[in-house]
T-cell receptor, first 114, second 111 residues
Framework: DSGVTQTPKHLITATGQRVTLRCSPR?????VYWYQQSLDQGLQFLIQ???????AKGNILERFSAQQFPDLHSELNLSSLELGDSALYFC?????????????FGPGTRLTVT | DAKTTQPNSMESNEEEPVHLPCNHS???????IHWYRQLPSQGPEYVIH???SNVNNRMASLAIAEDRKSSTLILHRATLRDAAVYYC????????????FGGGTRLMVKP
């Protein structure tokens, strides 16, 4: 158990819909990262937040957005869903600084768009 | 970004040592070498990281070549539970510190 929790575990929705994925980081970790894992693209970094502020952006689509709240939990919002958005979405957390590459991943949310 | 090259797959026998290679010929002086693994149906798991010197922890050892253009993750006694995809990732201590995953090496462990 990494200490990172993600809800829901599975999500099935239709094209065009909007969903919200939730992540609670390990106690004490200020950085939260979102990654997407699909069969054709592998594991890809989407976005990072540190203590409520956006720190880095990867190949995140404009239809996707995220935020980190004062209690440090984070939400990833996916809108106008397409079939190609079906994937595993992982959240990871870390301390900040030299050891921030030591990231702890949650169990993921499996999103299926039909 | 500096890239890494890993074999697509490797096979090992249970209770034998496993050496997983990674080539990173374009590594920069500030890039750390990180190893993660992903067990089936789980999120990636941090294994070990290093900069220049060899590193040991309870999970594995990391051997880094003197010129830093390659490294080897060593599992001293493979168990069935070690069957996973192993990712070698480079990263410096810059803002964000996101992980850039490649294809990794799928390790199969035979009983």
């Amino acid at each position: 158990d990494s200490g990172v929790t993600q809800t829901p575990k599975h999500l099935i929705t239709a094209t065009g819909q909007r969903v919200t994925l939730r992540c609670s980081p390990r106690s004490g970790d200020l950085s939260v990262y979102w990654y997407q894992q699909s069969l054709d693209q592998g594991l890809q970094f989407l976005i990072q937040y540190y203590n409520g502020e956006e720190r880095a952006k990867g190949n995140i689509l404009e239809r996707f957005s995220a935020q980190q709240f004062p209690d440090l939990h984070s939400e990833l919002n996916l809108s106008s869903l397409e079939l190609g958005d079906s994937a595993l979405y992982f959240c990871a957390s870390s301390v900040y600084g030299v050891n921030s590459y030591e990231q702890y991943f949650g169990p993921g949310t499996r999103l299926t768009v039909t | 970004d500096a890239k890494t090259t890993q074999p697509n797959s490797m096979e090992s026998n249970e209770e034998e040592p496993v050496h997983l290679p990674c080539n990173h010929s374009t590594i920069s002086g500030t890039d750390y070498i990180h190893w993660y693994r992903q067990l089936p149906s789980q999120g990636p798991e941090y294994v070990i990281h290093g900069l220049t010197s060899n590193v040991n922890n309870r999970m594995a050892s990391l051997a880094i070549a003197e010129d830093r253009k390659s490294s080897t993750l060593i599992l001293h006694r493979a168990t069935l539970r070690d069957a996973a995809v192993y990712y070698c990732i480079l990263g410096g201590n810059n803002a964000g510190n996101m992980l850039t995953f490649g294809g990794g090496t799928r390790l199969m462990v035979k009983p």
